[in-house]
């Protein structure tokens, strides 16, 4: 990384104001895994349930460095042609049809059979260098100039065979193509891979990374993060969505709402011009914060309580 990256991660707490900055509220141990994978040059394996923040965290971290987001979105059945190269086969057919009709021309001069296999071989060569190459995102991220967010999002969902080649670049910031060779990356991205634990990874790539796990917030940074991301809430409101929220995380869920659908459920609050959390508002935007009918079922029959509860708790701040 330049200087410049030196200078805006100098310490943990300009790392935690820088992201804050770019409109992310982190919590120590966030703010402390980016410090970190900057200085030893290590990815953070993030983990935690969906809707946390994970993804977030790098685009987070791309717009505060001010370098670009090259994300990988990781699938089932993903190989090495989707995430690290291919070849432009369309132009490679195009240049084979132009060699085909120029074959006698090319070969005419050659003395005999050697020499032109020879010159043939040449071509060959010519179709497999970068002129006929495509980078897919982790060549992408190698190979920018001045650096990269490098996010490869749900890696969980991918095959082991894909998180084995992974190896090679979370290690050495590298990776090799046999036709080039070994492309180095100039200056190494600052990698990030998510995970919603769908599977268990493998050991070999948890140690080449730093551990970051993202629960669900507290009340007191769940509130921080509605007030930044969602700026126009009154603090009023914004105390009590956050408490009723936090309620609803008590109940025996399918799913129980994130962060993501906390800040949805603020904006259709503001949308709404609410002031007050009323009950009737409550049961009809109940499904921006539960996605399932049994979970709002669930929920229903103790709407009343968690929102005297919700009141209680902002009358007592004021």
């Known amino acids: 990384m330049s200087a410049a990256f030196h200078e805006l991660l100098h310490s943990i707490e300009a790392t935690e104001r820088g992201l804050e900055d770019a409109g992310y509220i982190a919590s120590r141990p966030i703010s402390t895994a980016v410090y970190l994978a900057h200085h030893l040059r290590k990815p953070i394996l993030v983990e935690g349930p969906a809707g946390v923040g994970k993804t977030e965290l790098a685009k987070a971290v791309s717009a505060w460095l001010g370098i670009p987001l090259v994300r990988m979105q990781c ?9 690290l190269y291919e070849w432009k086969y369309g132009k490679q057919l195009l240049y ?8 006698g021309a090319v070969l005419g001069e050659e003395p005999g059979l050697e020499a032109a ?51 090679e670049i979370l290690s050495d910031y590298q990776v090799s193509i046999p036709e080039i060779g070994t492309v180095h990356a100039t200056v190494p991205p600052i990698v990030l891979l998510t995970s919603n634990s769908m599977r268990d990874l493998g050991d070999a790539l948890k140690r080449r990374c730093l551990h970051l796990h993202i629960g669900l917030p507290d009340a007191k940074l769940e509130g921080r993060i509605v007030a930044t991301r969602v700026p126009g809430i009154e603090a009023g409101l914004r105390r009590q969505l956050v408490s009723f929220v936090q309620q609803l995380r008590t109940l025996d869920l399918k799913k129980l709402p994130s962060v993501s659908e906390t800040i949805d459920w603020a904006r259709v609050l503001v949308l709404l011009h609410a002031h007050d959390l009323d009950p009737d508002l409550v049961r009809n935007t109940l499904n921006v914060l539960l996605k399932f009918e049994n979970d709002i079922e669930v929920a229903e029959p103790q709407l009343g309580a968690m929102l005297q509860k919700a009141r209680r708790e902002v009358e007592s701040v004021r």
């Open 75 to 83: 699938y089932e059945g993903l190989d090495e042609s989707k995430a």
């Open 117 to 167: 296999l020879s010159r043939l071989h040449g071509f060959s060569d010519l179709f497999f260098s970068e002129h006929f190459l495509e980078p897919r995102p982790l060549l992408r991220a190698l190979r920018e100039p001045g650096g990269a967010v490098l996010l490869v999002d749900e890696v969980d969902k991918a095959d082991q065979e894909f998180e084995a080649f992974l190896l």
């Open 96 to 103: 084979t049809q132009i060699l085909k009709d120029r074959l």
